[in-house]
């Protein structure tokens, strides 16, 4: 074995060193909040720690689903229907308000976008109370309507489109145009199918918002059987402080749905973390 052979592999075996380390140092607490909600409470304290429980049972996921003010059911599907209905409503929105900014030709249009990413630049403490008295005057607190439609369009998602957007050949749409296609059968019939890796990228990153937002839903919404799984929770945290083992099953629950959505997904949500580095290109 050369020089160069001897430095490449010991270059390697740091860099897979480095990235078991980070593995483990990621991957650990993942690991323990499993471990915890499998233990039985009495040994949950027990020193020194336990990497593996001597006697895994499965009661306390069974209480999480069987006690009456833990309606664990109810805050899944409600976060199922509130995440979907964003992310259908900002994809759609969001792509059709961007695809306006790149094609079509009105006056101020250029003016407009500049205040539209300025917002981008706004804290979101800063709208919370106007959108809050906003919603409010709607009649629309503890109601679905609270939580979907402020998210249902994206400034940054209206950005990421519309510079993907620009992209797209004009070619195709003057053929198209030519052929007696309106601007709407050219978003969805063309400009659509052309940009699916921008709008995997837009629709990964709004679930997974909406799905993990908890500020929100705990600010307009009072009844319990309408709150989302996060927000659900925070009774477990709350109310069980000191049966560990039983808030950990239920962040085992709550969190199970998004790890399985990034090891489905995980080279979409690369890809989609790169292109929004690019900025659409």
């Not at 996060?230 to 049966?243: A, C």
């Amino acid at each position: 074995m050369n020089q160069h052979q001897l430095t490449r592999l010991l270059t390697r075996t740091l860099h897979y060193t480095v990235l078991i380390v980070l593995a483990i140092i990621v991957g650990f607490p993942i690991y323990w909040m499993v471990v915890v909600s499998i233990t039985p409470s009495a040994e949950v304290f027990r020193w020194p720690l336990q990497l593996w429980p001597a006697n895994p049972t499965l009661e306390h996921y069974r209480l999480v689903f069987t006690r009456q003010d833990l309606m664990i059911d109810r805050w899944f599907i409600n976060s199922v229907v509130v995440s979907v209905a964003i992310t259908v409503l900002c994809v759609f929105l969001s792509s059709l308000t961007a695809y306006g900014f790149a094609r079509l030709e009105f006056p101020g249009r250029d003016f407009i976008f500049l205040l539209l990413l300025f917002t981008l630049m706004v804290p979101g403490q800063v709208t919370l109370i106007p959108v809050f008295l906003l919603v409010r005057s709607f009649g629309w607190l503890d109601t679905y309507n609270a939580l979907i439609w402020p998210a249902a369009v994206s400034v940054f998602g209206v950005f990421l489109l519309r510079q993907f957007f620009k992209s797209v050949p004009r070619e195709l749409e003057e053929a198209a145009i030519m052929d007696g296609a309106g601007r709407f059968r050219i978003y969805w019939q063309i400009v659509l199918p052309l940009s699916t890796a921008a709008i995997a990228a837009l629709t990964i990153f709004v679930f997974l918002g909406a799905w993990n937002d908890l500020f929100w839903p705990l600010v307009v919404l009072n009844t319990l059987e309408l709150r989302t799984l996060p927000v659900g929770l925070t009774v477990l945290q709350g109310t069980y402080t000191q049966e560990r083992a039983l808030v950990m099953a239920g962040t085992v629950i709550a969190s199970a749905p998004v790890l399985i959505f990034y090891a489905i997904f995980q080279r979409r949500i690369i890809q989609g973390v790169m292109l929004t580095g690019m900025g659409g290109r």
